[in-house]
C-alpha cells in the first residue's frame, strides 16, 4: 500500500511538471556578464570570392569600372548559381529516363531451439544473401517528359535571367559614374562661381575705396561670394556621395580609393533618326528579362502536362535476381520478374486540383509576360524621346554657355567702367552659373538616356557603347578620385 502511494505521488508530481513544461513562464534575459561567449561555428563563414580591387595609380575608364563590377557583383554570381542550380535540375530529371539499380546484402547468424520427437536440440545457422535489383518506368502518359521539358524551361528562364543582371549592374555603374562626373562637373562650376564672385568683390571693394560706387555694391557683392561659398561646400558633400555610391557598385568597399577617368569637355552628339516600330521589335526580341518570362510561360505549359500525367495510369518493371547461403552451403539462386499497372482511383481530389493549379499558373505566366512587354515598350519609348529632347537640349546648352560667358565678360567691363550697375554683373554672374550647371546636366541627361535606351533595348555591351567618346586619355591633372589626385592615394 505504501508503495502504491509513492507511485501516485510520484505521478502527481510528474503531471505537475509536464504542466509546467507545457505553460512556462516568459524567460527573462541573463545579465551580460553571464551571457555566453559567441564563438565562431560553421554559419560563420568568409567570403568565398574575394573582390578585385584595382590599383589605386591607375585611371580607370568607364568601360573598366564596368569589367570591375561586373566582377565584383554579387547579384550575377547569385543569377549564375541560380542557373547551376536549374542545370542540376535538368539532369535529375533526364534520370528519370534510367533505371534505378539497387545491390542489397545481408548477413545474419541465429541460434535457436527446435524440438524432434519431444526432444529439445539447439540449432544454429549462417544465413548470407544477396539481391540485385532494378526498377524501371515504362509508360506514364508523358508525365517524365514534361518534368523534363518544365526543367529545360526553367534553366533557359533563369540563363536569360542571369543575362539581365549581368545588364542591370552595367545600367548600375554607368548611371553612378554619370551621376559622379555629374556632381565632380557641378563642384567645378561651383568653385569657378566662387571665383567670379570673388572678382566681382575685389572690383566693388576698388571702385567703393575711390568713391566711385558706394559701399552697398561692396556688402551685395560679399553677399553673393558666401552664399556661392555654402553652396559649393553644399556640392562638395553631394560629390562624396555621388563617388561612395559608384564605389558600391563596383562591389567594393565604400573606404575603396579609385581614380576615375573624366569625359570629354566636347561630347558630339548625332540626330536620333531611328524608327519607333524598329526600336519596339529590337526590344521584343532582344531583351532577356522578356526572354525570360517567355521561358516561364514554356516552363508552365510543360508542368500542365506533368499535372495531367498524374491522373493516368503508370506501367512499371521491377527486376530483381540474387543468391542465398546458409550454413556454408550454396542454395538455389532467386530472381524475379514483375510489371505493375498503377491506375488512380482517388485521390482526395489532389491530382485533379493540382491540374487546375497548373493551368492557373499558365494563364497567369502569360499575364506576367504581357505586363513586362508592355512595361519593356513604355521604357523604350520614354527613353527614346528623351533621347532625342536631351540631344537637343546639349546643343542649346553649349550655345547657353558660351553666350552667358561673353555676357559676364562684357557686364564685369561695363561694371568696373562705371557704365552698368552692380545687379547687372551679378545677374550676368548668376546667368553664367546657371549655364555651367545647365551643361553637366545636359551632358549627364543625354548619356544617360542614351545608355537607358540600349539598356532598355537589350543592347547595352561595352564595345559598342564607350567607344565614340572615351578614347581621350586621362591625365592626372584632370582625374579626380574624391577631390584628390591620384598621386595623393599612394602617400
Do not use: H
Not at 548559381?81 to 548477413?107: I, M
Not at 514483375?338 to 497548373?358: H, M, S, Y
Not at 572615351?470 to 574624391?482: G, S
Amino acid at each position: 500500500m505504501t508503495f502504491f502511494r509513492l507511485c501516485v505521488f510520484a505521478g502527481v508530481v510528474l503531471l505537475c511538471s509536464g504542466c509546467d513544461y507545457y505553460m512556462p513562464n516568459p524567460p527573462c534575459p541573463p545579465p551580460p556578464s553571464a551571457r555566453p561567449t559567441i564563438t565562431r561555428t560553421f554559419s560563420w563563414v568568409e567570403p568565398t570570392v574575394l573582390p578585385v580591387i584595382p590599383d589605386p595609380s591607375e585611371t580607370l575608364a568607364l568601360a573598366d569600372l564596368v569589367d570591375l563590377g561586373l566582377q565584383n557583383s554579387p547579384t550575377t554570381r547569385i543569377a549564375w548559381y541560380q542557373a547551376k542550380e536549374a542545370a542540376a535540375d535538368v539532369g535529375s530529371a533526364r534520370g528519370a529516363y534510367l533505371p534505378t539499380l539497387n545491390l542489397e546484402g545481408a548477413w545474419q547468424k541465429n541460434q535457436f531451439l527446435t524440438t524432434s520427437f519431444n526432444i529439445a536440440e539447439v540449432a544454429r545457422e549462417k544465413i548470407m544473401d544477396a539481391t540485385l535489383s532494378s526498377t524501371y518506368l515504362l509508360f506514364d502518359f508523358g508525365g517524365r517528359n514534361g518534368t523534363l521539358m518544365a526543367a529545360r524551361a526553367a534553366l533557359d528562364s533563369l540563363n536569360w535571367t542571369y543575362n539581365w543582371e549581368v545588364q542591370t549592374v552595367m545600367i548600375n555603374v554607368i548611371q553612378s559614374y554619370y551621376n559622379y562626373i555629374n556632381a565632380q562637373d557641378i563642384v567645378a562650376a561651383a568653385e569657378d562661381t566662387v571665383e567670379d564672385n570673388l572678382t566681382t568683390v575685389e572690383a566693388a571693394t576698388a571702385l567703393a575705396q575711390t568713391g566711385a560706387q558706394s559701399i552697398s555694391d561692396q556688402l551685395q557683392a560679399e553677399t553673393s561670394l558666401v552664399q556661392s561659398q555654402i553652396q559649393l561646400e553644399q556640392d562638395r558633400g553631394i560629390l562624396n556621395v555621388a563617388y561612395a555610391t559608384l564605389i558600391q557598385s563596383l562591389g567594393l568597399s565604400p573606404d575603396t580609393f579609385v581614380c576615375v577617368a573624366p569625359l570629354p569637355q566636347k561630347i558630339e552628339t548625332e540626330d536620333v533618326c531611328e524608327n519607333m516600330t524598329a526600336l519596339l521589335q529590337i526590344a521584343k526580341e532582344n531583351r532577356a528579362d522578356l526572354m525570360a518570362a517567355r521561358a516561364s510561360v514554356l516552363e508552365k505549359r510543360f508542368e500542365i502536362r506533368t499535372a495531367r500525367s498524374a491522373l493516368m495510369p503508370t506501367l512499371n518493371s521491377n527486376v530483381s535476381g540474387g543468391y542465398q547461403n546458409i550454413n556454408g552451403s550454396r542454395y538455389l539462386n532467386v530472381y524475379g520478374l514483375e510489371f505493375d499497372v498503377q491506375v488512380p482511383i482517388f485521390n482526395q481530389f489532389t491530382d485533379i486540383n493540382n491540374l487546375r493549379k497548373a493551368q492557373a499558373e499558365l494563364l497567369e505566366s502569360q499575364a506576367v509576360l504581357d505586363n513586362d512587354e508592355l512595361a519593356a515598350y513604355l521604357s523604350v519609348l520614354s527613353d527614346y524621346y528623351e533621347l532625342i529632347a536631351n540631344t537637343k537640349i546639349l546643343k542649346y546648352s553649349y550655345k547657353y554657355l558660351d553666350i552667358a560667358t561673353k555676357n559676364r565678360e562684357v557686364a564685369f567691363a561695363n561694371y568696373k567702367m562705371g557704365v552698368t550697375t552692380i545687379i547687372d554683373l551679378m545677374t550676368a554672374n548668376n546667368a553664367l552659373n546657371l549655364a555651367r550647371m545647365q551643361l553637366a546636366d545636359a551632358k549627364t541627361n543625354f548619356l544617360s538616356s542614351l545608355a537607358n535606351l540600349s539598356y532598355d533595348m537589350g543592347e547595352l555591351t561595352v564595345g559598342d557603347f564607350f567607344g565614340f567618346f572615351m578614347e581621350e586619355e586621362c591625365v592626372d591633372e584632370e582625374c579626380e578620385c574624391l577631390g584628390s589626385d591620384c598621386a595623393s592615394l599612394l602617400d
